[in-house]
């Protein structure tokens, strides 16, 4: 499915979505070139792959990567290739060999064409189904002989660098800038990385992805299918990170939720070396683009920072205040090559002087880069100086900067290092990037009840917990019991109970005016989604009626939902506001088994509980994951979509009643509730996906009041 964005930063798809949009999946069906397939390859436009024959005569197929891209033109910077692939048979006269990957040339007339290439030789040896797969690389080479053409090696022996016969193996082709990598994954998550090699070897034209085989052998036969290609990106994301911070993401198909953080930078540190006592030159006649800096080595603190200002100090020893020659503050690579431009100064701004002590620092700062190891930062004269305007950057004539040494060169020349160090000055900070942590939702103990009864009648007590500590909290304006809601200690809606036809939100510090719902409601928990963004069903009204009907919230509004099933009170329901399971109840004949999904268009029928029951409680991340604990049969069990499976019985009663709670199959906080007895607890209790633990109690005894959890 695509990636979903939904109300209150939630995001909803599958756990092998992309985020990056595909430019092109070959359907095999148009745009390959087969004017030399030969014998040796077919395409199919059913099963969306390129056939490898029991044939080998120097044949292949291609495509035009510039014509798969809208305006014609394949990136020069960036782009990548994923594909499957694999090889079946013993191969009869001699090795067999084929190539998949990116060329320079649209038709390979033999393997001695000499060409550009990067991606995958595979070579199956002669009487064997014996297959190793290379990384291969080649500048201005023929296939057979690329320059850079490494064995995959899954093992220190020879016998275990083969690939498996009649296996699938996934292979991902990217460039990124002038370098490119080769990788070889086992698992179509591309997620188990087997082999893989990064080169800036091949320096031509790439435009054509080809499958090419070499004339000898035979009895091989294989596939190429799942053939998709990106423009413009190097490397392919699973979740989005342009997203709102504390955004929720779930995975429909594994039920997991994920929390984002968003990339942070730490405090601004300042690193100088102005220990100095000399000067360096731009004089004479060293050309344009002839640089000065300092070259950042192996163990130095910076190295991964980002850099955010650059100084140096500097002077001029002639006089000429007009000047409009420009001298540029940057950062450089290992090759010389310019990555990074904070600014430039002219000449006219520079003092004049005779000696180091008369230089004045310059500070530029614009852009940010995240320094590398042997980097450059420097300052580069982008005309050619002569007598007249010499300028001057101090300098320490002996290695005083540890992991630091001063460069001279040319831009994109090899630098020229020395035992000596510039004077300069940098402002950096450590960026924690931006991360998608697997939500336990109740792992930081956060969570929020409201209402409830203790034995008269509703109460206003609400209460939230840290590290599962209660604290009483702003009262809720009205007085609820068997009520619903949804959230967590930060914000939190409750809605509904006994002649109360509206609902409440909290928001960290108190309660916003009660909002109308769209129909009278009580006795039910089944709740799913947030504070802002939720579904209730099921229950019964003021005249005893029981319901089949639901309501849903978007932080503003309550508005009619879809019809449910068979109508019943007190059934427990949790989830995502589209991907909801709602268990048990009370029907109309009586204790009910029934179970319920709701997708955010349609209710449907799921597997019935081993136990019919009510007034139980359940955590839930997606219909296809929940717990459910307590009810008037005790029965505690997970659901995974397909199956219920008994787990331990909630440890305080054999009868527990309509408790609060909430959080997901591994970790559910069960708060409150009571016995026929009519003793309210103020117990809670976490499933730990293993065993009950017990908490810290309520501040008080009650039971049927909306509760709720997340981690945060």
């Known amino acids: 499915m695509t990636i979903e964005y939904k109300d209150s930063k939630r995001i909803v798809g599958l756990s092998t979505d992309i985020v990056e949009t595909v430019t092109y999946t070959g359907d095999m069906s148009t745009g390959w070139g087969t004017s030399n397939a030969g014998s040796g390859f077919t395409l199919d436009g059913v099963t969306e792959e390129i056939d490898f024959l029991n044939n080998y005569t120097n044949d292949n197929v291609s495509i035009n990567l510039d014509s798969l891209v809208s305006g014609g033109s394949l990136s020069t910077s960036k782009w990548l290739i994923r594909f499957t692939y694999q090889t079946n048979g013993t191969a009869s006269g001699d090795n067999i060999i084929w190539w998949n990957g990116v060329s ?16 995958f030789s595979t070579q199956t040896l002669n009487g064997t189904t014996n297959t190793r797969t290379y990384l291969s690389m080649g500048d201005n080479d023929a296939l057979h002989s690329t320059d850079v053409q490494t064995r995959l090696q899954l093992s220190g022996s020879n016998s275990a660098d083969l ?10 082709i990217s460039r990124d800038g002038s370098n490119f990598t080769v990788k070889v994954y086992s698992d179509s998550t591309y997620s188990t990385l087997i082999g893989e090699k990064t080169n800036a070897t091949p320096t031509g034209t790439l435009r054509y992805f080809i499958v090419a085989n070499y004339q000898q052998g035979s009895n091989v036969t294989g596939t190429l299918s799942e053939f998709k290609f990106y423009n413009g990106v190097s490397s392919l994301t699973a979740k989005p990170t342009d997203v709102p911070d504390n955004s929720i993401l779930v995975e429909k198909d594994t039920a997991k939720r994920y929390w984002f953080d968003a990339e942070s930078a730490g405090a601004d540190t300042t690193t100088s070396n102005t220990n100095v006592n000399d000067i360096a030159h731009f004089e004479g006649t060293v050309g344009a683009n002839y640089i000065i800096g300092e070259q950042i080595t192996s163990g130095n603190a910076l190295i991964g920072k980002t850099i955010t200002s650059l100084s140096f100090w500097l002077y001029k020893l002639n006089s000429g205040s007009s000047g409009t020659e420009t001298f540029t503050f940057g950062v450089w690579n290992s090759s010389g090559t310019n990555v990074h431009e904070f600014g430039t100064v002219t000449r006219g701004e520079l003092p004049q002087g005779s000696a180091f002590g008369n230089a004045v620092k310059f500070t530029k700062s614009t852009g940010s880069y995240v320094l590398q190891e042997n980097d450059i930062f420097g300052l580069r004269t982008d005309s050619n100086p002569n007598s007249a305007w010499t300028v001057e950057i101090t300098q320490r004539d002996s290695n005083v900067y540890s992991d630091g040494q001063r460069a001279i060169f040319v831009q994109d020349a090899t630098p020229v290092t020395s035992a000596k160090d510039v004077g300069f000055e940098v402002v ?19 969570a929020m009840t409201a209402g409830g009864g203790t034995g008269g009648g509703g109460t206003t007590n609400a209460q939230t917990s840290s590290n599962y500590v209660w604290t009483n909290i702003a009262s809720i304006s ?12 930060s914000n939190f809606t409750i809605g509904g109970a006994n002649s109360v036809e509206n609902s409440e939100t909290w928001n960290g510090s108190s309660w916003a005016t009660a909002i109308s719902t769209d129909t009278q409601r009580r006795d039910t928990t089944a709740t799913a989604g947030s504070y802002n ?13 029981l319901l089949n009907s639901s309501s849903t919230f978007n932080g503003t509004t309550w508005s009619a939902g879809v019809t449910a099933n068979t109508a019943r009170e007190h059934p427990c329901g949790a989830g995502q506001s589209d991907s909801m399971l709602i268990a048990g109840g009370y029907e109309s004949g009586g204790t009910s088994n029934k179970v319920d999904s709701y997708n955010g268009t349609t209710f449907t029928t799921e597997t019935v509980l081993p136990t019919a029951s009510y007034g139980q409680n359940m955590g839930a991340s997606a219909s296809n994951s929940a717990h459910i604990a307590g009810g008037a049969s005790a029965m505690s069990g997970t659901y995974d979509g397909t199956t219920w499976t008994n787990t331990t019985e909630l440890s305080v009663s ?16 069960v708060m409150g509730g009571y016995t026929p007895s009519s003793n309210n607890y103020d117990t809670t209790w976490l499933w730990d996906g293993t065993s009950w633990v017990s ?3 309520l501040t008080i005894s009650k039971r049927g009041g909306a509760g709720d959890c997340t981690a945060r």
């Open 533 to 545: 963004d939720m579904i209730v069903a099921y229950g019964r009204n003021n005249a005893g009626t």
């Open 163 to 172: 690939v498996a016969n009649n296996t699938s193996y996934y292979a991902e």
């Open 104 to 119: 320079s040339v649209e038709t390979v007339i033999s393997n001695s064409t000499i060409n550009d290439f990067v991606g």
């Open 654 to 669: 054999t009868t527990h009643y309509f408790a609060g709670g909430g959080g997901d199959r591994d970790e559910h906080l």
């Open 478 to 489: 009205t007085a609820r019991q068997y009520t619903f809601g949804t959230g967590n200690a």
């Open 695 to 697: 908490k810290n109690a």
């Open 428 to 446: 950096s900070h450590t960026v924690t990037p931006a991360t998608w942590t697997k939500d336990r939702q109740v792992t930081s103990g956060s």
